[in-house]
Structures are given as C-alpha cells and as structure tokens.
C-alpha cells in the first residue's frame, strides 16, 4: 500500500526536478515562454505533492520533512521567475502567486479590483491556449492551465510581457513599406527633376514673357523635385536602420559626450541643460553611433517643445538603473504632448510641428528597440511638462 502511494510522489518529483531544469535553462537563455510552461508544470507539481503528501497529524513523517525541503527552495524560485503568475479561483477571486505579480498589481497576495479585461480574457482562454490582454498600457500575453481537485478547478494564468515584440513587428513592417515605397518614389521624382534642369537650359537664351514664365515655372517645378527627394529621403534612412553592433559603454561618459554635441546646436541656445547620473552608473551594451542618433532626436524634440515656452526653459538628462535594468529620463518644460496625441507620437508621419516629418521620435524608438530595450513616454508631473525614458538593459 505504502509503495502504491510512494511511486505517484516519486513520478511527481522527478516532473518537479526535470521542469525546475527546464524552466532555469529557459530563463538563463530568455526564453519567456518556455520558462512559463516550466514553471507551470512546476506548480501543477507542487499542488499534486501537496495534496499527496499534506499530513493528517501536526508530526510528519521524515519522508514528508524531506519532501517538503525539496519544495521550499522550488517555491522561491517561482517567486523570483520573472513573468508575473496570478492564480484563479472560482469567477473573481484572483491571487498573486510571485513576486512579478504583485509588484505588476500593487498587491501583497489577493487582487481586490482586477482588470475587467484581464477576467474576461481568462475567461475565454483555455488551456494549453494562448490570449493577450492590455494592462497598465502594456499587451501581455496570457497563458492558462487549470488543476482540478476534489474541492474545486484552480486556474493558473502566466503574463508575457510582448510590447517590445508587437513594437519590432510594428517597426519591420514599416520599414518594409518605406523602403518600397522611397523605391518608387525616387524613380519618378529623379527624372522629374532632371528634364526640368534640361528645358530650362533650352531657355536660358529665350527673352519672350512666355519663355521667362515657362523658366520661372521650371524653376519651381525643379525646387520642389529636390525638396520631395530631401522629405523622401528622411524616410529612407528609417529603412535603412543598420543593426546595433553592441559593445559595453561607460554610459556616464557617453551622455555627457552628447550633451557636449547638442549644447553646440542652435536649438540648445537659452535652455538650461542639467545632468544627474549616480555616483555608480552602470555599463551598458549598446551601439555608441545609433544611440546618440536616438538621444539627439529625443533632445532636439524637447528644445521644439521648448520654442514657444518662456523662462526659465529646462532639459533634465537622469540615469536610474534597477534589477538590471537602466533608463535613460530626458524631460522639459515645454509646451508638452496635446493629450489626443499621446499615443501616436511615435508613429511614423505623425508630428505637431509645421515643418516636422514625423521620423524624430519613430527613428529613436525602433533604436531602442534594435537595442532589446523600447523608448516611451511617461507623459508629464509637477516639475516636467514632458518625460522620455529610454529603455536598457545594463551590462553584467
């Protein structure tokens, strides 16, 4: 009888052993998802054990103690696993299982008010299946495995960050359009431009009012020809984005190298630039020559912003580095972002500005992007009218 009871544990163990493995290479190797389905089967696990192995008496035998210390240290890992893991009983009552979830949701264990789309969303999963659902102005996908007991079903639901993802998938796509359509579009302006250099030679010699209206207007006809390849141009670079060779930097050093560069432009003339950087600034890998590309965006963005507003006009250049993670603040105290257009500024032609092309912002997010981080915007507080934060991971 003991053995009966004895081998479905031992089974359970090695599951436990083998997806604790499985689920600490996945995530030595950044693979979310199947660090997810690791520490999943890990829970399922862990529920069977405890079912099994909870005693009927306050003294345990030594076999239960052993158990129970292979179990602890499991526990701590799921606490430390990265991707926040909720747990469903009945329709509304959702807990956080790590500690990922309750820092996502502000909670020490029992979410009081979950989000009605994220309830509606494990709703409609099943099991083994895959959803998504925006929390916090975030996409999360969502992956679901119930645990049926005698008492009740139990559903443990995993939340994969994928905004970074939707936004590369967003940025290819992009790129690939401009680069048709820059493609096309240059071929017809190119011998546009050229045929209107060559009637106007013709003439150069012709002094009839007509033939000087005819110059005049291919003049014009050839300035415009040359303005639209210059606006196509800009888009080209977008498509043209090389990949980041990525190297660790002194990050320290090198924001103070591009502060020394844009304090040289026109537009940095009469603003107050300030620099606050932690006595231990980390390294980061990153691509020197896009990322400065990418800063100097966000910093000639913030001195446009700061065109219209009156003194004293600021620029805030901060470093704040955390659990491997480094964000790189730029804020001012311009005229900030209209609120119908907080999230589309960095969408590709989208610009407040009469002269701008729309490609400051997009060409600095999809840097940030190539670089495994994201640029976004934190939107405005007392002191700051607008705040940016490049998105990094800090080098070990």
Request: with cysteine; glycine share 4%.
């Amino acid at each position: 009888m003991a053995s009966r009871m004895r081998a479905p544990v031992l089974v359970a163990l090695g599951c436990l052993v083998a997806a604790s493995v499985f689920a600490t290479d996945a995530f030595i190797r950044q693979m979310w998802v199947s660090v997810t389905f690791g520490v999943l089967i890990s829970v399922v696990c862990l529920k069977f054990l405890a079912d099994r192995l909870s005693p009927e008496s306050s003294e345990q035998p030594p076999a239960m103690a052993e158990v129970k210390d292979e179990i602890e240290p499991l526990a701590a890992y799921i606490d430390q696993a990265p991707l926040p893991l909720l747990r469903l009983r009945g329709a509304q009552s959702l807990l956080a299982v790590n500690r990922a979830a309750r820092s996502l949701f502000g909670t020490d264990d029992l979410i009081a008010d979950p989000p009605v789309p994220l309830l509606d969303a494990i709703a409609q999963s099943k099991p083994r299946a895959s959803g998504s659902v925006v929390l916090f102005g975030k996409a999360y996908a969502i992956g679901v495995s119930e645990i049926v007991t005698a008492k009740d079903t139990i559903k443990l639901v995993s939340l994969t960050d994928i905004q970074s993802e939707i936004r590369m998938a967003e940025a290819t796509a992009l790129r690939d359009l401009l680069r048709v359509l820059s493609h096309e579009i240059m071929n017809s302006l190119t011998p546009v431009s050229n045929l209107a250099g060559i009637a106007r030679d013709y003439l150069v010699e012709e002094t009839s009012p007509a033939s000087k209206a005819a110059g005049e207007a291919l003049d014009l006809l050839a300035q415009r020809a040359s303005g639209l390849t210059s606006f196509v141009e800009a888009y080209r670079a977008m498509a043209r984005l090389p990949e980041p060779v990525l190297r660790p930097v002194e990050l320290r050093r090198l924001l103070q190298d591009i502060l020394r560069v844009f304090e040289q432009s026109i537009r940095s003339k009469s603003i107050a630039i300030e620099l606050d950087i932690p006595q231990q600034c980390p390294h980061v890998d990153l691509d020197e020559t896009l990322l400065t590309q990418a800063l100097l965006n966000v910093l000639t963005n913030a001195a446009e912003a700061l065109a219209v507003a009156r003194a004293p006009r600021k620029i805030r250049v901060s470093v704040v580095s955390e659990d491997g993670e480094t964000q790189i603040l730029v804020a001012d105290n311009g005229c900030g972002v209209p609120e119908a257009l907080t999230d589309q500024i960095f969408q590709a032609f989208v610009t407040t500005k009469p002269s701008g092309t729309g490609t400051g912002l997009n060409l600095a997010r999809q840097i940030a992007l190539a670089h495994g981080g994201d640029l976004v915007f934190l939107g405005r507080n007392d002191a700051w009218s607008a705040v940016f934060a490049f998105i990094l991971r800090s080098s070990p």
